[in-house]
């Protein structure tokens, strides 16, 4: 039977006479004709910004919200990374992370009309018509009413309160449709 010790040192010995064998020359050179795999590539990386927007246009929404977080560490939680990961949220289901980004997003000096769109879908979302059309006309007055999508979202605030349903409630699905870099549109679900 074999001391441990004894089995410690023969597997340095081991370990080391190995080491030492790959010094040799040519020990570790490719031959010129052989291929191998380059370095680390070099250049710049794209804009986490520019990363979630493409990752929310193919649907990949949790990716998205890790983009816009990258985004966050390079451009700080301004209006349009917190839009951004709002929209994400929002897209995915999660109403209340949504609301919370989205709110931070429109209270920044320079939040865009399709950012207050996409707080009034939310709010849509959640079933609360007069906030909706407050933010919906808010989003369609900086517009100046150029927005196709910012039109049809307040119309369809404005008919939910002038259509009020007093029987059992009806399922709808909706889904969220990105027009532009943080243009949402609701679409119901054929």
């Given at each position: ?22 010094c040799?020359?040519g020990?570790?050179?490719l ?40 985004a ?7 209006v ?26 429109v ?13 009034g ?57 990105r ?12």
């Amino acid at each position: 039977m074999t001391h441990p010790r004894c089995a410690t040192m023969l597997a340095t010995a081991l370990l080391t006479s190995l080491a030492l064998t790959a010094c040799t020359t040519g020990g570790f050179e490719l031959p010129e004709d052989q291929v191998y795999a380059p370095g680390v590539a070099q250049g710049e990386a794209v804009d986490g910004l520019i990363v979630g927007g493409r990752l929310m246009d193919a649907g990949q929404y949790e990716l998205a919200i890790d983009a816009y977080t990258r985004a966050g560490l390079d451009h700080g939680l301004n209006v349009d990374v917190l839009a951004g990961l709002g929209s994400a949220n929002l897209a995915l289901g999660r109403l209340g992370q949504a609301e919370e980004l989205l709110r931070r997003a429109v209270a920044k000096p320079d939040a865009s009309p399709e950012v207050w769109n996409n707080l009034g879908v939310l709010l849509l979302e959640k079933g609360e018509i007069g906030e909706a059309q407050l933010v919906l006309r808010k989003a369609y007055a900086l517009d100046n009413g150029a927005s196709d999508a910012i039109r049809d979202n307040l119309r369809k605030a404005l008919a939910k309160s002038e259509n009020p349903v007093y029987d059992a409630p009806l399922e709808q699905n909706y889904k969220l449709v990105r027009r532009g870099s943080s243009d949402y549109l609701i679409r119901a679900i054929p």
